[in-house]
């Protein structure tokens, strides 16, 4: 569009310094950011002690063999592990490294699009369009997103190896495409989002790379595709199709043990189907108008038909005009179905999480429609040539505008209460958000802010189980216990595989209603989690000591016991407190005294008084030949 003062070599690397300078300006505020602590930053990192241990080996023998927070993506988990071998905790490293690798996949859009198709200007505000539009700062800023832009740093390199093998004719040609595979397979170990990037090649092939130059589509049978062609074209791809369709297997197995997939009986497929339609409508206002970005976007009850029907024409409108324009202008239909295909695995036909739809969704098939709009605002100033400085000013407006807009939308990134408030402010009847931002307030002493939030939140959508999990927590502690175990109750039941849910609701069981519906619900929680230390301790010191001898069961108590102490180093004075309990349950009194006596003394190192007293009881009480039985 401007014209190339410079040699071209020059200029590209004065344009990759621009986009890498004004890109780290624009989100270097979110150094100071805290982590996300509500949400996935627990999970994939402050919480997870494989993650914050650093770069181990059985960290990495984790990384690959774990189903973790319902994904496979072992690259994007030791990455989050090496940050934490140089950062610690610190959430500025790890906000720094998104930003390292956003600046990098910004740049290497530039250079492949560049040397794809020569249009320095065209391809450099594609790649700032991707560098700055305010729909990628969830991507970028949110530190448990690092899949996001691990994934795009892979993609851009297999894209960059691709063009390479196709432009090179001699045998080097073969070292490029295993070099592409290769990328493709380390994106996959990133984020299973970029599955559908052998169909991105296949488009590419099209245009810019003129490989279907003798497709046409015209219907008589003269003018027909090569069907050999088209063969020769998808053969090529089978290894990356192979790879794709490793990972999705890969992913819908992990997906489906984590629980992570929603019910056809929760989410009917017609519903799916219309929230697939409607993110599309929805997907495309967000590029062009940028406004009320949340975190979270609920899902609805229903829509409306009319909304149903126009998002229908708009797609089949838009689709019908790119296919009429495919010979004149084969960028709209590549840079349109990049654009839809890549959103397949996101669009909800498979639901995976409470959204409806997500910004970060748009951190790669965003770039289709970037293509689309620059190369047809270059064929526009073609046509016109007297709109070219016209042209030329509104997309320096659009820039400014994506800086600008950008930088707002940072600022809700600060914290866990700032974006959680925010996604609040500009979404209406956001059951999830509202739970996450009653976490918020609880967890800093807010609670009758955070009463009412999950009660809002229950209100909104009576089968969100973590907001009723949490209404009655936090009602329990208030002293409301008939309406926390209705709660609680209905939690557990929403949530039969969720351990948590099943022990905490054992926990109030015990304390305050029958020992046997305890015992259940500690069995159902380790029914979900076999290796949880509280609950294995908990069930066993009821099998033990429960006052009803058909409850009992000392053997079993020994084993649960035993296990707890184990997974706890036997370190915790409360886990061996319950293991002498069941020794001395099956007539094992010199071990019960040995064991209650190490307890005695941790706790006593631990400073826990009330522990100490409780041993020296128990210790007394196995001297004189006698078990523990609770009394109430």
């Given at each position: 569009m401007l014209p190339a003062r410079l040699?071209?070599?020059?200029?590209?690397?004065?344009?990759?310094?621009?986009?890498?300078?004004?890109?780290?300006?624009?989100?270097?505020?979110?150094?100071?950011?805290?982590?996300?602590?509500?949400?996935?930053?627990?999970s994939y990192i402050t919480d997870n002690p494989h993650v914050n241990a650093g770069l181990t080996w059985s960290g990495v023998v984790w990384a690959f063999q774990s189903g973790y927070a319902a994904n496979w993506h072992p690259l994007t988990w030791l990455s989050h592990m090496l940050d934490c071998q140089l950062y610690g905790l610190s959430p500025a490293g790890h906000h720094f490294t998104n930003l390292l690798f956003h600046i990098a996949s910004t740049l290497l859009l530039f250079l492949w699009l560049n040397q794809l198709t020569q249009a320095v200007w065209r391809s450099a505000f594609v790649a700032a369009l991707f560098a700055w539009h305010p729909v990628h700062v969830e991507s970028v800023a949110w530190a448990a997103e690092r899949k996001d832009v691990l994934s795009a740093f892979f993609w851009m390199l297999a894209l960059l190896a691709y063009t390479s093998y196709v432009s090179h004719k001699s045998g080097r040609a073969s070292r490029f495409y295993i070099l592409s595979l290769f990328f493709f397979a380390c994106g996959l170990m990133s984020k299973p989002m970029v599955v559908t990037l052998p169909f991105v090649l296949l488009l590419l092939d099209y245009w810019p790379l003129g490989r279907f130059s003798r497709f046409t589509f015209h219907v008589s049978d003269s003018e027909k595709p090569s069907t050999s062609s088209v063969a020769r074209l998808i053969f090529e791809k089978l290894p990356f199709f192979t790879l794709s369709l490793a990972g999705s297997m890969i992913t819908y197995s992990v997906q489906q043990s984590g629980g992570a997939f929603w019910s056809s009986a929760v989410l009917p497929l017609p519903l799916r189907l219309e929230n697939a339609l409607m993110v599309y409508s929805r997907y495309l206002s967000k590029i062009f108008w940028p406004v009320d970005l949340a975190l979270i976007y609920p899902y609805p009850h229903r829509w409306p038909a009319i909304l149903l029907l126009c998002a229908a024409v708009m797609l089949a409108a838009w689709s019908a005009l790119f296919l009429w324009r495919v010979r004149r202008n084969p960028y709209l239909l590549t840079g349109w179905l990049w654009f839809l295909g890549t959103l397949v695995p996101t669009i909800g036909l498979v639901q995976v999480g409470v959204q409806s739809m997500a910004d970060r969704y748009l951190y790669l098939p965003g770039i289709g429609l970037f293509m689309a709009i620059a190369w047809g605002l270059n064929d526009f100033v073609q046509w016109l040539p007297q709109a070219r400085k016209m042209v030329i000013l509104a997309g320096m407006a659009a820039l400014a505008g994506c800086l600008l807009v950008t930088r707002v939308q940072l600022g809700y990134w600060q914290n866990s209460q700032t974006v959680f408030l925010h996604t609040v402010n500009v979404t209406t009847d956001n059951y999830a958000a509202c739970n996450f931002l009653g976490n918020v307030f609880e967890k800093t002493g807010r609670k009758d802010k955070a009463l009412f939030l999950y009660a809002e939140s229950v209100r909104i959508q009576p089968d969100f189980p973590m907001g009723q999990f949490n209404l009655g927590m936090l009602l329990l502690e208030n002293g409301r216990?008939?309406?926390?175990?209705?709660?609680?109750?209905?939690?557990?039941?929403?949530?039969?595989h969720h351990p948590e849910a099943q022990y905490d609701l054992g926990l109030f069981l015990r304390q305050y209603g029958s020992p046997a519906d305890a015992i259940g619900r500690f069995q159902a929680a380790l029914e979900a989690k076999a290796d949880f230390p509280e609950a294995l301790n908990d069930l066993a010191w009821l099998l033990a000591t429960v006052a009803d001898p058909k409850l009992r069961s000392g053997a079993e108590a020994v084993r649960l016991a035993q296990r707890a102490c184990e997974l706890t180093q036997h370190r915790q004075a409360a886990l061996l407190t319950t293991l002498s309990a069941a020794y001395a349950e099956t007539g094992r009194f010199p071990d019960a005294i040995a064991t209650i006596q190490k307890a005695r003394d941790l706790a006593l190192a631990a400073g826990q008084t009330n522990l100490v007293t409780q041993d020296e009881a128990l210790l007394k009480l196995y001297q004189s030949g006698n078990p523990y039985r609770e009394t109430h």
């Open positions: 040699p071209r070599n020059q200029l590209s690397a004065v344009i990759c310094l621009w986009l890498a300078l004004v890109t780290a300006a624009l989100y270097w505020p979110m150094l100071h950011h805290e982590f996300i602590s509500y949400y996935d930053d627990a216990r008939e309406e926390a175990s209705n709660h609680l109750a209905i939690a557990a039941q929403l949530m039969p």
